[in-house]
Structures are given as C-alpha cells and as structure tokens.
C-alpha cells in the first residue's frame, strides 16, 4: 500500500482520520457563488458552514467546474515525488461532466515527463457512480490493497466491481437537484423524475449504479424517505453485500444524520453483520447539486429489488 496513492476529486468525500491516515489526495473542483468563484476548501467544518449558511439555496446562482488537467498533474506529481511507484486516480462518473476527461488529460502530460524507465504507472479510473459511491469505491480499494493484494489486480478487480455499486441519492430539495442538473446539463442521475415532488412533499430516492439511474423509492417526507434507505441498506446486510462496507453522507451535521430514525437499526446491524459502516459530511459538490440536508449512501451488492418498505 505504502507504494499506491489514491487521488480523487473533491465530489468524493471519506472521513478526514481516513483520508490523512492514508494519505489519500483530493483535487479541488471550482466553486461560483452568483459569480464568486473558489476552490472547493476540501474541509468538512467549512463544508457544514457552507451548508448551513443559505449561500447554497435554490435562489441563488451556484454552479462548479471540474478541476483542470493541471491541479490533476499537480497532485498526481505531488504523490510520486513522496514515492507512489502506482497512482489511480478514481473520478466521478464520467457522464456527470469533464472530470474524467480532465484527470485523463492530465495523466497523459504526467507519463509524458516521466523519465525514460521508469516504474510509475498512473491510470484513471471511472467510478461509473457518484458522491458516497464514490467514497464506497475508494474505501473497497483501500480495503484491497491493505490485504497486500497486488496493485494491478485490486485496480482490475474495482475496474469490474465499480459497476455494482449502488449509490442512493435522498435529495433534500428536489427540485433545486432537478434544475441544477438540468443546467450541466446531467445524463448520469435521473432528477427529471423528482419533477413533482417538491409540490407535494413527497422525496423521491434515486439509485445511481453502471452509469444509469432509476427512481428506487418514492415515500412521503424525508424523514420516511431516509428511514426506508436505512431499512433497505439492512436488508442488504443480510442479504449478503459484495464488500463489507456501507458509505453515508450527509449534507448536514453528522448528529442530525445520527438522530434520524432507522440509523440505530442499520449501525446495530452493520455491527452485527460485521460491515463496516462509514460516515462522514457531503462534500460541498454533493451539498450543490442534491440541496444541503441531502443524504447519500451506498453499497456494493448483485443486483435486487428495492426492500425499504
């Protein structure tokens, strides 16, 4: 492992202990606010700021840009001079915009200046999913290579596994979700189909897994929305999950998340089914483009229908 580096874009969010304990790198992408542009601070405090402040409301003019091919190569050259011999560089899916085209720009300029022999191999990988399944497939390749699984073949494993993770998106404002994606332009998420419920209360989750999306669950109020995404992500527990990992954002204080009904219940059955259950804050991009107070969460698993009622 101590020779693998994983960077990622700052779409994908783990918990700060994870991230520094194993140096995994995340590149910025650009933030406006009614023409304010930053980088994303890729800090979990100015994130709940951000969230908790209003500046990410529907009435405001918020949208982002994929980081460019060169803060990509900066990053990637940062984790080879500190001696990755292997980089993988995971992204968001790549229908979700230019980050996949940008980290693979970049990855060409970097093998460019690599002196002739050498060993560093650095190569993009489309995580064909978004937010917390993005975090999910980070996490199972860490968990991989720390079993001194040999570095090629945990890429060429995640390569195929990527295409089972089932990321749910519960969007806290559906319809500020449907018109931010409409302006990107989104194909990966189906948002359209959450047209209606901003009007009549009701919070449509949405599955995102091999780069598509279907609308798993429509429930009544968010607080019933996130208790059968719980209930669901349990049934799967005991169902059998393909890595032993369950990953939950959420655009909101993690207290909040942790008071929610259902969550009890699935931390006291991950526990027993011996599934490790990640939390951590949304990233700012998650925050954007689902609504702050949005939740994501997501697993590893075959094929199957929804259980959440």
Same mark, same amino acid.
């Given at each position: 492992?101590?020779?693998?580096?994983?960077?990622?874009?700052?779409?994908? *969010?783990?918990?700060?202990?994870?991230?520094?304990?194993?140096?995994?790198?995340? /590149?910025?992408?650009? /933030?406006?606010?009614?023409?304010?542009?930053?980088? +994303?601070?890729?800090?979990?405090?100015?994130? =709940?700021?951000?969230?908790?402040?209003?500046? =990410?409301?529907?009435?405001?003019?918020?949208?982002?840009?994929?980081?460019?091919?060169?803060?990509?190569?900066?990053?990637?050259?940062?984790?080879?001079?500190?001696?990755? #011999?292997?980089?993988?560089?995971?992204?968001?899916?790549?229908?979700?915009?230019?980050?996949?085209?940008?980290?693979?720009?970049?990855?060409?300029?970097?093998?460019?200046?690599?002196?002739?022999?050498?060993?560093?191999?650095?190569?993009?990988?489309?995580?064909? *999913?978004?937010?917390?399944?993005?975090? =999910?497939?980070?996490? #199972?390749?860490?968990?991989? =290579?720390?079993?001194?699984?040999? &570095?090629?073949?945990?890429?060429?494993?995640? +390569? *195929?596994?990527?295409?089972?993770?089932?990321?749910?998106?519960?969007?806290?404002?559906?319809? *500020?979700?449907?018109?931010?994606?409409?302006? %990107?332009?989104?194909?990966?998420?189906?948002?359209?189909?959450?047209? $209606?419920?901003?009007?009549?209360?009701?919070?449509?989750?949405?599955?995102?897994?091999?780069?598509?999306?279907? %609308?798993?669950?429509?429930?009544?109020?968010?607080?019933?929305?996130?208790?059968?995404?719980?209930?669901?992500?349990?049934?799967?527990?005991?169902?059998? @999950? !393909?890595?032993? $990992?369950? /990953?939950?954002?959420?655009?909101?204080? @993690?207290?909040? !998340?942790?008071?929610?009904?259902?969550?009890?219940?699935?931390?006291?059955?991950?526990?027993?089914?011996?599934?490790?259950?990640?939390?951590?804050?949304?990233?700012?991009?998650?925050? $954007?483009?689902?609504?702050?107070?949005? !939740?994501? @969460?997501?697993?590893?698993? #075959?094929?199957?229908?929804?259980?959440? &009622?």
């Amino acid at each position: 492992m101590n020779k693998t580096a994983i960077v990622v874009d700052s779409a994908c *969010t783990l918990p700060p202990r994870l991230l520094e304990k194993y140096n995994i790198k995340r /590149v910025p992408i650009s /933030v406006a606010i009614n023409g304010d542009e930053f980088p +994303d601070p890729c800090d979990q405090a100015l994130s =709940l700021e951000f969230f908790r402040s209003g500046q =990410l409301k529907r009435k405001n003019t918020v949208t982002t840009e994929p980081p460019s091919a060169e803060t990509f190569a900066a990053v990637i050259n940062e984790a080879i001079a500190e001696g990755a #011999e292997q980089v993988f560089v995971q992204t968001v899916n790549r229908m979700q915009g230019e980050t996949y085209n940008k980290a693979n720009e970049a990855v060409s300029k970097v093998r460019a200046q690599l002196p002739e022999g050498s060993k560093v191999t650095v190569r993009v990988m489309d995580s064909r *999913t978004i937010f917390s399944g993005q975090a =999910l497939m980070v996490a #199972e390749t860490l968990r991989r =290579l720390l079993k001194s699984q040999e &570095a090629n073949i945990v890429r060429r494993q995640m +390569d *195929t596994l990527s295409s089972k993770i089932h990321t749910y998106m519960l969007p806290k404002s559906p319809l *500020t979700a449907l018109e931010r994606a409409q302006k %990107r332009g989104e194909k990966a998420v189906g948002w359209t189909q959450a047209a $209606i419920a901003n009007v009549i209360g009701v919070h449509p989750i949405l599955c995102i897994v091999n780069d598509s999306s279907y %609308r798993a669950a429509t429930v009544k109020g968010f607080d019933k929305s996130a208790a059968q995404l719980f209930a669901h992500a349990r049934s799967q527990l005991v169902r059998g @999950l !393909l890595s032993p $990992i369950i /990953v939950i954002n959420y655009a909101g204080p @993690l207290e909040a !998340l942790k008071a929610m009904n259902g969550f009890a219940e699935l931390e006291a059955s991950a526990r027993d089914c011996k599934v490790q259950l990640v939390v951590s804050v949304m990233s700012l991009a998650g925050g $954007i483009y689902a609504s702050p107070g949005s !939740l994501s @969460l997501a697993l590893m698993a #075959e094929p199957h229908e929804w259980q959440g &009622a």
